[in-house]
């Protein structure tokens, strides 16, 4: 199975708009972050962990062909809001593009998307095929089965998934110890980790390593990284064994 970070920024990415921080100024390709999501490539098929504003140009820079299947953490904007490229797959391919999301995500989905799901929705407009998802039942697309875990971000909900060895977690600030359990044993571990400050509604630093260290992976890598949380290369060589920042584009290889 092969992993495709095509974004590991916040909701306004890095470097952010008018900002002049270290961070957003540096010319370290790594320090430039697309809003959060990741590619997975398993038994013949691709699938996709959110589709943010910069779906589009992550599609492109991974020159992806095919896409089997979207599936939705949850419903903020820089999840969701580039689901309305999936055209070019709808039309090429000829194929509705199945949509993986809990009834929250799919409420909104029909707010922010209302003219997919009219009654008199025109030609030319993505097609979206909606499979409802919890945390109580894993799913199966083709041959991957994945297994989704419930985290809070806030008081939002939201869903990481396991495949085997593997897990995701995105903007996550709580776990509930039954949601854990469902973590424990993975060999590959993605979390999110905004900043070194304390936030509302994420995992800062110390969160994302106190849960790495409950968990023990062989490896884990830190996403969802906003600006305040420093230059890439700086912060690498702080974190622990076994953790690392992930950074656009990188790819990884797990069972």
């Given at each position: 199975?092969?992993?495709?970070?095509?974004?590991?920024?916040?909701?306004?990415?890095?470097?952010?708009?008018?900002?002049?921080c270290?961070?957003?100024?540096?010319t370290?390709?790594?320090?430039?972050?697309?809003?959060?999501?990741?590619?997975?490539?398993?038994?013949?098929?691709?699938?996709?962990?959110?589709?943010?504003?910069?779906?589009?140009?992550?599609?492109?820079?991974?020159?992806?062909?095919?896409?089997?299947?979207i599936?939705?953490?949850?419903?903020?904007?820089?999840?969701?809001?580039?689901?309305?490229?999936?055209?070019?797959?709808n039309?090429?391919?000829?194929?509705?593009?199945?949509?993986?999301?809990?009834?929250?995500?799919?409420?909104a989905?029909?707010r922010?998307?209302?003219?997919?799901?009219?009654?008199?929705?025109?030609?030319?407009?993505?097609?979206?095929?909606?499979?409802?998802?919890?945390?109580e039942k894993?799913i199966?697309?083709?041959?991957?089965?994945?297994?989704?875990?419930?985290?809070?971000?806030?008081?939002?909900?939201?869903?990481?998934?396991?495949?085997?060895?593997?897990?995701?977690?995105?903007?996550?600030k709580?776990?509930?110890?039954?949601?854990?359990?469902?973590?424990?044993?993975?060999?590959?571990?993605?979390?999110?980790?905004?900043?070194?400050?304390?936030?509302?509604?994420?995992?800062?630093?110390?969160?994302?390593?106190?849960?790495?260290?409950?968990?023990?992976?062989?490896?884990a890598?830190?996403?969802?990284?906003?600006?305040?949380?420093g230059?890439?290369?700086?912060?690498?060589?702080e974190?622990?064994?076994?953790?690392?920042?992930?950074y656009d584009?990188?790819?990884?290889?797990?069972?």
């Amino acid at each position: 199975m092969k992993i495709t970070f095509l974004g590991t920024g916040t909701s306004q990415g890095v470097p952010v708009i008018g900002c002049d921080c270290t961070t957003c100024q540096s010319t370290n390709p790594k320090d430039k972050r697309l809003r959060s999501s990741i590619m997975i490539e398993d038994n013949g098929r691709n699938l996709i962990i959110d589709a943010g504003p910069d779906f589009r140009q992550q599609l492109l820079r991974e020159n992806v062909k095919d896409l089997d299947a979207i599936l939705l953490t949850h419903e903020h904007i820089d999840h969701i809001f580039g689901l309305d490229e999936v055209r070019s797959f709808n039309y090429f391919l000829n194929k509705d593009m199945p949509v993986y999301a809990n009834l929250e995500v799919q409420t909104a989905l029909k707010r922010v998307y209302q003219y997919l799901f009219s009654s008199t929705a025109h030609p030319g407009l993505a097609k979206l095929e909606l499979h409802t998802i919890t945390k109580e039942k894993e799913i199966k697309i083709g041959n991957t089965t994945l297994l989704p875990i419930e985290v809070m971000h806030d008081d939002m909900k939201v869903l990481g998934f396991r495949i085997r060895d593997f897990t995701y977690i995105t903007d996550a600030k709580t776990i509930a110890p039954e949601e854990v359990d469902k973590i424990r044993g993975t060999k590959v571990l993605i979390v999110n980790a905004l900043r070194k400050k304390l936030h509302r509604s994420h995992f800062n630093v110390e969160e994302a390593i106190a849960l790495v260290e409950e968990i023990k992976p062989e490896k884990a890598y830190f996403t969802h990284c906003g600006h305040f949380l420093g230059l890439h290369d700086e912060i690498n060589k702080e974190l622990p064994h076994p953790i690392e920042l992930a950074y656009d584009g990188l790819q990884i290889e797990t069972t």
